[in-house]
Structures are given as C-alpha cells and as structure tokens.
C-alpha cells in the first residue's frame, strides 16, 4: 500500500512546478461572503403573496388578487343601452358572429323590460348595414335572457320573444 502512495506521489506534479501555477502558500484563502450589518440579524423570510401592495378599488378597499395574479372579474351593472335608461338590463339582443376558426355573440344591444322593441329594432337596423369580409360569417338577431356572470353559451335564447319583434 506504501508503494501505492509512492508512486501516486511521483507520477502527480508538484503544482508549484506546473507552469502558469501558483504555489498553494501564497495563493489567497477564499474570503467568506459578506453581508451587510442590517441584513446579518434578519433571518430569511418564507415568502407570501398577501405581503405584496395589495392594488385598490375606486372606493379605496384593497382588492382581492389571486395567488397566480390574475384580478377578478369585475362585476358592475350593465344598463339599457336606451338613452337616459338607467335600468339594469333583462336581455341581450346578440348575433352569433364567426371568422371561421373563432366564434362568438356580437352584442348589439341590451335591453330592460320596457325598452326590448326599441333596442332589438335598432339592432335589426345596424345589421342591416353591416357587411361582412368574405371569410366571416354572422347569423340572424337573437334575444337572450342576460344574467350577470354567464357566459355566452350558457345564456338562454328566447324564441318566442323574437317572433314578436322581427319586422
């Protein structure tokens, strides 16, 4: 096993004696990494989201933001689109729209209880004139109940409410 030693010894260099080397006395001994004095007593804090600035709403309450950042929906009232009308909305009177590889409700109109005539009326008018590009396609006018929250495809069309109103 001594010869072993021996002859690991005579076969590794001496580094002081590999070119372009320093000799292991007078290289510096690694320095310990310093921290400043004010974070030397702080211990390492676990992380959490609820320590970020929270944003504000317009009255000022801190709002709630999801863990991955995302804000919420906002919910606010949607009202007649009849001037004056400060109604909450009852219907949306909507045409399915698509360009071929996305589709959707194109609003034209929402409309209280009082005001459905004037509003799905309007709307017929301002489909009349819309002319769409040769890749997109839109369908006839439709009244559907609108509920806050719900998306599209889950708002109830109204059949009946239609055939009363088409001109």
């Not at 209880?113 to 709307?123: K, M, N, Q, T």
Request: with cysteine.
């Amino acid at each position: 096993m001594s010869g072993v030693a021996v002859d690991n010894l005579e076969n590794n260099p001496d580094p002081t004696e590999v070119k372009g080397m320093m000799p292991r006395n007078l290289a510096r001994p690694p320095r310990p990494i310093a921290r400043p004095a004010a974070l030397a007593s702080m211990r390492p804090r676990r992380l959490q989201w609820s320590r970020r600035p929270r944003p504000l709403s317009p009255s000022g309450r801190p709002l709630y933001v999801r863990p991955n950042g995302a804000r919420p929906v906002t919910r606010h009232a949607v009202c007649c689109t009849i001037e004056g009308c400060s109604e909450p909305a009852s219907y949306k009177i909507a045409a399915r729209w698509s360009d071929g590889s996305f589709a959707e409700l194109k609003t034209y109109g929402f409309a209280c209880s009082e005001h459905l005539g004037p509003v799905f009326r309007e709307a017929e008018r301002r489909q009349q004139g819309y002319r769409p590009s040769p890749n997109e396609s839109i369908e006839e006018l439709a009244i559907y109940r609108y509920e806050a929250g719900k998306r599209d495809r889950q708002l109830q069309r109204l059949w009946g409410l239609e055939d009363n109103y088409r001109t």
